[in-house]
């Protein structure tokens, strides 16, 4: 399986502030997801990122607030735009892997803003 | 509300077995998934299923799939207090070609001495 790399591992940010978050696989991947966990809570997919295309967002989820790069085949980031204390939560990037059955995670991201 | 259900706590004893359980709402799901989520760190898969597979073990670790109830658990043998840790499982629906996982809401197990 590709090994995910991702970072910051967590930021403290002032709120009105932007995070990009980056997301580095160790090998090329055709899709990479970025998924949401608010405090105490399940995880949330946010959006969808194909390299060479647009990012496809969940409902309650848009571009301005949540814009995605991926500009190759083993990179991606999640910029959280306009940063609010609501945005407090840890952010993941995923792929699949194993033939497209396995799906991994990275680390995370743990953002508090305040 | 969520598609997929997890009981929130479960408290066990060191060295009994732990079984987790989670319902799931979507028959065409594909593949299901266990994770372990620890304080502080990000996802860890622990093991999946193919929807065509109703067991899999692997180690200490034993997946039973209920396709007509939409039932899926992970038996957790020998528990060790390492084994402390939320654990979610997901489904990844077969309308969906991309590999979007649907969670339930972690089912918090903490293993006591």
């Known amino acids: 399986s590709a090994v995910i790399s991702q970072k910051p591992s967590r930021d403290i940010c002032q709120r009105g502030t932007s995070l990009t978050i980056q997301c580095q696989v160790d090998?090329?991947?055709?899709?990479m997801f970025w998924y949401r966990q608010q405090p105490g809570q399940s995880l949330t997919l946010i959006a969808t990122?194909?390299?060479?295309?647009?990012?496809?967002?969940e409902s309650g989820f848009v571009i301005d607030k949540f814009p995605i790069s991926r500009p190759n085949l083993t990179f991606s980031t999640l910029t959280v735009s306009n940063l609010s204390p609501e945005d407090s939560s840890i952010y993941l990037c995923?792929?699949?892997?194993?033939?497209?059955?396995?799906?991994?995670f990275g680390q995370g991201t743990r953002l508090t803003v305040v | 509300g969520e598609d997929v259900e997890q009981s929130l706590f479960l408290s066990v004893r060191e060295g009994d077995s732990s079984v987790i359980n989670c319902t799931y709402t979507?028959?065409?799901?594909?593949?299901l998934y266990w994770y372990k989520q620890e304080p502080g760190a990000g996802l860890q898969l622990l093991t999946y299923?193919?929807?065509?597979?109703d067991m899999k073990q692997d180690q200490r670790l034993t997946v039973l799939l209920n396709k007509k109830d939409k039932h899926l658990s992970l038996r957790i043998a020998d528990t060790q207090t390492g084994d402390s840790a939320i654990y979610f499982c997901?489904?990844?629906?077969?309308?969906?070609?991309?590999?979007?996982?649907?969670f339930g809401a972690g089912t918090q197990v903490v293993v006591t001495p």
């Open positions: 995923s792929h699949l892997g194993g033939e497209n059955t396995e799906a991994f």
């Open positions: 090998s090329q991947v055709t899709m």
């Open positions: 990122a194909n390299q060479g295309s647009e990012a496809t967002y």
């Open positions: 979507d028959s065409s799901s594909t593949y």
């Open positions: 299923i193919f929807s065509n597979m």
């Open positions: 997901a489904e990844r629906m077969a309308t969906d070609s991309w590999g979007k996982l649907q």
